[in-house]
């Protein structure tokens, strides 16, 4: 199977760094991935080079297709008709925004996003007894 490249197209190293953190996440997900341990564990354990990156790029379109582990109890679509499909009956109070207002939460939300992302990054799969003892050291703890 060929996965598209635009999924790649971050650092492609970034991904084959993070594979414990993805197995972790799957399985918070309910997905069926339990058998593929030893390869995320094994290909984790490769020094960096083309061949983990491609692994990696192997293992995140086999991720890409599994499905969630029988009798999962979330249902977390990924596909926004799937997301609707969910809200049948639900619904939102409504009130009016001129189109001004609209930009401004519109940008102030895309802000929220960048900037926590941005900041988060760097502490992104870091363990609190790794990093309580770095920010007490540097004089940052309380954060």
């Known amino acids: 199977m060929k996965y598209p490249d635009t ?3 971050f650092d492609r190293s970034f991904y084959a760094n993070e594979l414990q953190n993805e197995y972790r996440q799957c399985t ?36 890409s297709e599994a499905k969630a582990v029988k009798g999962y109890h979330f249902t977390e679509p990924s596909d926004l008709q799937s997301t609707l499909h969910l809200c049948k009956g639900e619904s939102l109070p409504a009130f009016p925004l ?27 799969g870091v363990r609190s007894e790794e990093l309580i003892p770095i920010l007490q050291d540097t004089d940052n703890f309380p954060l």
């Open 28 to 63: 918070d997900e309910g997905l069926d991935v339990a058998a593929w341990k030893p390869l995320f564990d094994a290909v984790a354990d490769l020094p960096n080079s083309t061949h983990k990156t491609l692994l990696a790029k192997e293992i995140f379109g086999m991720v």
């Open 98 to 124: 001129n189109k001004s207002t609209l930009r401004q939460k519109i940008y102030g939300a895309w802000m929220g996003r960048i900037c926590g992302c941005f900041l988060g990054k760097p502490l992104e």
């Open 7 to 9: 999924a790649f197209s």
